[in-house]
């Protein structure tokens, strides 16, 4: 396996030339085209931006926040190379210059402030989906060396191991074993003629270890016919933040491989946005011979309910609880309503966040900004939103989806000596069980 990803101090005219061939190559496509096209400069999505409206808030405007701005320089490649207008301009010598310090700049709006999570989309009057605009950009710097070095770590660690964390199979399978035991829990791993997989991911292996114990409790309940994989152990996928589709691919083809082997059906994803963007959005199109359902553990559960296979009769959160929902799964995936009503079956004072469901508010942390270093100021300042959307509801608890936005708000709650109760829905589904 020979594919890495370069992290670069300095930037060569040759880096500048990567970046802009894979901007170039990435534009001659007409549904990108039409987004670089359409932009009317209304700036209604600099409202939809937290990092936008909480650098503002915060005293210093950054007018370079607006999402738009955040296409321009591919908008300016994508003239130049397709429009007559650009051709003249740059046969005249008005081309597009890029500089070092621009790309740097680059790698400041589209990794540092964005964290990929939709919301300027939904209110842009003309549909442009900013995201997939800064994704290419995101593509672009990491094959010139310009991604953030924390990311370039994590991607090579999972392209080596499996995992971002480099969790090898050895650890993995030794990290089962504690929870099977310290929860007196059947978990079965590599079971052939498996109906269902479940699959995880490094922040449940290594922070929300209950998750796992929990997740295997109502699969075990339930009678379900599943099992974990040592081949297709985590479905974190590093390739999804850099805007790389080969590595996508790579890291995919453990998944791909491991459900295989078991001869699973049903891919049951653990409570990650991202990766689960990728596994039931991204890889049919990716792999050929993907043929597999995938259900977030959560719409299992549901599922699992509504057919009586387990019942809830605790409602295990007493103080006000709301919904944080997941800018991959529920904005971009569209679950927004199963987590709702779950969330309102374990809570004795269920109330809606200020923004619902499609409009919420992002953590701050998705799209890799919570592993990248140079991001984490924007990412806290982001949080100051978070907190006047609970404390207008009187949120005590905060229930989430996804392993990575419970880590981000835990970890935002105790810096600003917030005490919110960062929960997990699947683990409450499980403590509401019958026993
Ligand atoms: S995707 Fe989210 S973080 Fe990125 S520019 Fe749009 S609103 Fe801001
Ligand atoms: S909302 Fe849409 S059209 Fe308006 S400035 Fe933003 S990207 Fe452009």
Not at 370 to 398: S, T
Request: proline share 2%; charged share 25%.
């Amino acid at each position: 396996m020979n594919l890495t990803v370069e992290h670069k101090e300095n930037i060569s005219q040759e880096d500048i030339n990567i970046f802009y061939e894979f901007c170039k190559k990435s534009v001659d496509n007409a549904e990108i085209a039409s987004y670089l096209e359409a932009c009317v400069r209304c700036g209604l999505c600099f409202e939809a931006c937290h990092f936008a409206v909480s650098e503002n808030i915060s005293g210093k405007m950054k007018p370079e926040l607006v999402p738009a701005y955040k296409a321009d320089l591919l908008r300016d490649i994508y003239k130049e190379n397709y429009t007559i207008l650009g051709k003249i301009k740059k046969a005249l010598g008005f081309g597009v210059k890029i500089t070092p310090e621009k790309i740097k700049e680059q790698k400041f709006l589209v990794y540092d402030t964005c964290t990929n999570c939709d919301r300027c989309a939904r209110v842009c009057p003309m549909g442009i989906e900013t995201p997939k605009l800064t994704s290419i950009v995101r593509g672009a710097l990491s094959l010139a060396g310009q991604a953030p070095e924390d990311l370039v770590n994590a991607t090579n660690a999972a392209l080596e191991t499996g995992s971002p964390f480099g969790i090898d199979k050895e650890s993995y399978l030794q990290i089962l074993t504690d929870i099977s035991k310290n929860h007196d829990i059947q978990i079965p791993i590599d079971k052939n003629n498996s109906e269902y997989l479940y699959i995880t991911t490094s922040l449940d292996l290594t922070q929300f270890q209950d998750s796992i114990a929990k997740a295997a409790k109502i699969f075990n309940r339930a009678n379900l016919n599943w099992t974990m994989s040592s081949i297709a152990r985590e479905g974190s996928n590093m390739g999804v933040f850099l805007g790389r589709k080969d590595i996508q691919k790579e890291l995919g083809k453990r998944i791909l491989e491991g459900a295989k082997k078991v001869g699973a059906k049903y891919l049951i994803y653990a409570e990650c946005g991202h990766g689960y963007q990728f596994l039931r959005y991204v890889a049919p199109n990716l792999f050929e011979d993907w043929d597999f359902e995938v259900i977030l553990v959560d719409e299992l559960a549901y599922k699992l309910i509504n057919e009586r296979k387990i019942n809830l009769n605790k409602k295990v959160l007493k103080q006000t609880a709301t919904l944080h929902y997941s800018c991959q799964i529920g904005r971009r995936g569209g679950l927004t309503q199963i987590p709702r009503e779950l969330t309102k079956m374990v809570s004795e004072n269920y109330v809606d966040s200020i923004d619902k469901a499609e409009k919420n508010l992002c953590c701050g942390g998705g799209g890799g900004v919570v592993i990248n270093e140079e991001a984490h100021e924007h990412m806290q300042k982001a949080f100051l939103l978070k907190i006047e959307q609970y404390d207008k509801v009187g949120a005590k608890n905060i229930v989430t989806y996804c392993a990575n936005c419970q880590f981000v708000l835990d970890m935002n709650s105790k810096e600003y000596n917030r005490d919110y109760q960062i929960k997990s829905l699947i683990e409450l589904i499980a403590e509401a069980m019958e026993d």
